[in-house]
């Protein structure tokens, strides 16, 4: 409980009250679970078996908690009337009651599904108006605390995992698994309002619901587990062990002497064969994926109030509303639910969208390794998002009906560009790829056409089958996309958002310095190379006019073309080679050498004035490190005078890098540089360790770039100085 009272020559009196309050009670368990076959004999000890003998149940939840907390706060202001007028200035009042309960469960059913459940719930304490002077007032707040306030915010979530027991069977004890399910669900109130006659009423808009629903299923396979399954494989596998020392030479006489048992058994001429045979085959070493879906819907108009779990038990006399389908997840359309059994509100003016959303994310990765020290690792990954929007009321007939909807939503998805990278401009800044996207838009147009029973036949005076012109977004799109990923023209291309990601990758070897020539003067020598390309539509919506018929787009614009279903403003595809060629040695007297080039592009199609955007990048990186030891510092630190000496770390980079944009212009057909120059880069660094916690470094960095049109001018900068690094953490 908190008093403050305040008063000076303006202010009679002023005094603000809070009350606060909470309780809690937490229950933590660690139950045995019931194992009904753990001390089985007999068949069940076999290993095929032990899925069933490590069946468990676990009969207690293994948590509990519930808290409620109640915050009131109420301040009374009353003002001096200092004007010397004869009038009286009433309080002011500024009041909240508000109450909050927490609910929480853990229950691990088995050792592999787990479930947890936590809820809250917000409420209004409503109190009369003004000072709370009287019986009847007091005797208002006291029901309404009885009743837990007015409910205003409700919200739980559920989630279920289940890791999959691929580890007891044998034959698939080489993948790990896990499976996950989550629900949230959520009401909010309609504020309260004033009607004509001055009088607080319930919002005719009705409340809120909305729920989500996500499902994730991740797997990891450790291919060598399988491999070694089979016993040439795993003797493949396994590490050389180091040659043992050879034994002493034996006395002349007894050479004649020894057993034949000592002889070894030679090799067969296939053993190289077999060998190399299965390297390949055990090239792939492990290997990971996941996928998840992210589904949620959001209605506007609800008329129930939720009770225990978020269900409102005595809607109507039904079962309850909403369902335990929409309480838990479900993402079928709660509407025709809602119309039969009255959920919703018959106010006409209701102003709240309902909307679903939609989100898949698919990752995958896999390493392989064709020979020692040669590793490879393959990536790709897929992103779609879809919204969905609409407003959804009762007409004054009390006949629900869909006005305006609309879709937004972006994709990304990695991709495969290499075959294109290396095309240089000519001197005119002309580029083949672009030149191929110039051509392809005559062959994409008829693919299209074809494909399209709406297609009215015929072509234009440009040559376009009729719907699929020049400008056609489709056709634009697949032929950009054919052009700049080196395929031809085909079918297979034009996909709105493609479904299966192309490999990325990334190749290290660091075998070079295993070599003798190297051994004696390297500690490390390794090689590297990145490829990453990623195809991207930022954002992109649903067209208005859009109608199909069989499947297809059948209305067309002004200009003669097909309208299509969603409209991109542009997509892009950006490419890093990160790096293209990279060295990273290690010598034995503590030097370290870098070098690296870099490649990037990234290549942008705008649909309103059709232009594609490449912007081009070339970096070359050369990198020097040393590590001079037990240098002496020349400051003493701490007492007795005694200087340190630790070792002092020093690091240069010189970088330089060429930028170039070039728009290139469809209609116009032309290529125009833009912007773009060349930076010249220099790092210098000194690190002197004082202790564990205390660096010292001083720094030099400079950087000028000259750009290549005349429209910018030369900059350069300058950095140098010292700084003081001190770790508090320990």
């Known amino acids: 409980y908190t008093e403050v009272y305040h008063r000076n020559y303006n202010i009679e009196y002023s005094l603000a009250k809070t009350h606060q309050g909470s309780i809690g009670y937490n229950f933590n368990n660690s139950p045995k679970p019931f194992t009904p076959f753990e001390k089985s004999q007999g068949l069940l000890q076999s290993k095929w078996f032990r899925l069933v003998k490590d069946i468990n149940i676990n009969p207690m939840p293994s948590g509990l908690n519930f808290r409620a907390s109640i915050d009131r706060a109420y301040s009374e202001t009353q003002l001096r009337n200092n004007t010397g007028l004869p009038f009286k200035l009433d309080p002011t009042f500024i009041k909240s009651y508000s109450m909050q309960r927490n609910y929480g469960l853990v229950w691990d059913l088995t050792r592999s599904l787990k479930l947890d459940f936590n809820a809250d719930a917000q409420s209004t304490i409503d109190e009369p108006a003004g000072r709370i002077d009287s019986r009847e007032e007091k005797d208002s707040i006291i029901t309404n605390l009885k009743r837990l306030g007015r409910l205003t915010q409700y919200h739980h979530n559920a989630n279920a995992t289940y890791n999959i027991p691929f580890n007891k069977i044998p034959l698939t004890d080489w993948i790990n698994g896990n499976f996950k399910y989550g629900a949230t669900y959520g009401w909010t109130a309609s504020p309260l309002y004033r009607d004509t006659l001055g009088e607080i009423r319930d919002n005719p808009w009705g409340n809120t619901i909305s729920n989500s629903q996500t499902k994730q299923f991740n797997a990891n396979l450790t291919l060598t587990t399988l491999y070694n399954k089979i016993d040439y494989l795993k003797k493949l596998n396994q590490p050389k062990r180091p040659a043992p020392p050879k034994p002493k030479r034996l006395p002349a006489d007894t ?384 007492g007795g005078g005694k200087k340190l000496a630790n070792d002092l770390t020093v690091k240069a980079d010189v970088g330089l890098r060429n930028n170039t944009t070039i728009l290139r212009k469809l209609v116009e057909g032309t290529n125009q540089p833009s912007s773009g120059g060349k930076t010249l880069s220099l790092k210098l660094s000194a690190d002197y360790p004082i202790s564990d916690r205390f660096n010292v470094r001083a720094f030099y960095e400079y950087s000028s770039n000259n750009p290549f049109v005349s429209s910018s001018y030369p900059t350069s900068n300058t950095l140098a100085g010292f700084s003081l690094r001190f770790t508090l953490a320990q």
């Open 255 to 638: 050479l004649g002497a020894k057993n034949d048992s000592t002889k070894k058994e030679k090799p067969s001429f296939l053993e190289p064969v077999f060998r190399g045979l299965a390297t390949l085959v055990t090239m792939v070493k492990t290997a990971s994926g996941s996928y998840s879906e992210t589904n949620g819907t959001s209605l506007p108009g609800f008329r129930g109030t939720p009770d225990a779990l978020g269900q409102d038990w005595n809607f109507n006399g039904n079962a309850g509303a909403p369902d335990w389908g929409f309480l838990f997840g479900s993402q079928q359309d709660p509407r025709p639910r809602a119309i039969r059994n009255h959920w919703l509100t018959l106010d006409t003016t209701i102003n709240a969208f309902f909307s679903t959303s939609h989100n898949t994310t698919l990752t995958g990765r896999i390493s392989i390794e064709p020979i020692k020290s040669f590793k490879i690792e393959l990536s790709g990954n897929r992103s779609f998002t879809l919204n969905h929007n609409e407003y959804f009321r009762a007409g004054p007939d009390g006949v629900f009906h869909s006005y305006s909807p609309t879709e937004t939503g972006n994709f990304s998805i990695s991709y495969l560009t290499w075959s294109t990278q290396f095309v240089k401009d000519g001197k005119d800044y002309s580029n083949v790829n672009f030149e191929n996207f110039k051509n392809n838009l005559t062959a994409m147009s008829a693919i299209l056409a074809g494909e399209n029973p709406n297609t009215p036949g015929g072509l234009d005076t440009s040559g376009y089958n009729l719907g699929y012109g020049k400008s056609q977004q489709e056709v634009l799109t697949y032929a950009f996309l054919s052009a700049y990923t080196g395929n031809s023209p085909s079918s297979k291309i034009a996909k709105r958002f493609p479904a299966i990601p192309k490999p990325n990758w990334r190749i290290t070897y660091d075998g070079l310095g295993r070599l003798k020539f190297f051994q004696s003067f390297v500690q490390s020598f390794s090689l590297s190379h990145g490829y990453r390309s990623v195809y991207s539509i930022n954002a992109f919506s649903q067209n208005l006019l859009y109608e199909e018929n069989k499947g297809y787009a059948s209305k067309r614009d002004t200009a003669g073309n097909f309208i299509p279903r969603y409209e991109f403003q542009q997509i892009t595809i950006s490419e890093q080679l990160s790096p293209l060629i990279g060295i990273d040695i290690t010598f034995k007297n503590s030097l370290q050498a870098r070098f690296e080039i870099k490649k990037d592009r990234t290549l942008t199609l705008a649909y309103s004035n059709i232009q594609i955007t490449e912007v081009r990048g070339t970096e070359y990186t050369i990198g020097l490190g040393y590590k001079f030891k037990r240098v002496v510092f020349p400051i003493a630190v701490g």
